[in-house]
């Protein structure tokens, strides 16, 4: 399936769009199915939807029926800033009142392969036809979740989540993630992505180069790619 563009002026429109696509997608889940569950992303391009979500549409939802997740993970604890999770919860979840079975945090610790599939086991028992929305970044690598290029021609076939390791540069190389195969069960991704740094992998992914794993990811349902536009200055004609 071809993939949704939505090319929005600036960052702040993008985050807003990003904000708002959450919304739609909670509730017609809400409405279908009775719940939803959702992924949220790592980076800091998301923290000004994070912002908007919470101070804007905190009673747009019943976020208390909504299962939260995180695409991938730093091998930190919760309250380190550099926590994907824990990051989502300052901005954002700390203000919607929870009930705690609702967080699904990455478990961390000393065993990077036992963690992941901890988590797994999480995911599957709480979304075991896969997630309803997953958020995504993109980096200037093509890498997204923590799926980095170089390190996916051997994925275990059946995985959801996994270790990972960062490049070396990275903050914190420790990482985990969900798979290609975790995002292919997915009914919708959405990718955000802003600036103009970004222009040139966000032309190359949308034009398919097979070599960044962010042009590799599928879904069972819509992949959307929200950006402003800075990021969507070199992308292919459609």
Not at 164 to 187: D, G
Request: charged letters at 25%; proline letters at 6%.
């Amino acid at each position: 399936m071809k993939p949704i563009l939505e090319v929005l002026p600036d960052h702040a429109q993008a985050s807003a769009a990003c904000a708002l696509r959450i919304v739609a997608a909670a509730r017609a889940a809400l409405g279908e199915r009775g719940r939803f569950t959702l992924a949220l992303t790592g980076g800091s391009t998301p923290h000004d939807a994070y912002r908007i979500l919470a101070a804007e549409h905190r009673e747009d939802v019943d976020w208390k029926r909504v299962d939260f997740f995180v695409g991938d993970e730093r091998m930190v604890p919760l309250d380190d800033p550099r926590s994907n999770f824990g990051t989502a919860r300052r901005l954002w979840l700390d203000a919607l009142a929870l009930p705690g079975e609702r967080l699904h945090p990455m478990p961390v610790g000393a065993n990077d392969d036992a963690a992941a599939r901890a988590c797994e086991r999480e995911l599957r028992a709480c979304a075991p036809q896969g997630l309803d929305c997953v958020l995504l970044g993109l980096g200037d690598d093509g890498h997204t979740a923590s799926l980095f290029p170089g390190q996916i021609a051997h994925l275990p076939a059946s995985r959801w989540v996994i270790a990972a390791r960062a490049p070396a540069s990275s903050p914190v190389e420790r990482r985990l993630s969900l798979t290609f195969n975790a995002l292919a069960a997915a009914r919708e991704l959405v990718f955000l992505v802003t600036g103009a740094s970004k222009a040139g992998v966000v032309a190359r992914v949308l034009a398919g180069d097979c070599r960044l794993p962010a042009a590799q990811v599928r879904s069972r349902g819509e992949v959307r790619w929200i950006l402003d536009a800075a990021a969507a200055s070199s992308r292919p004609a459609s």
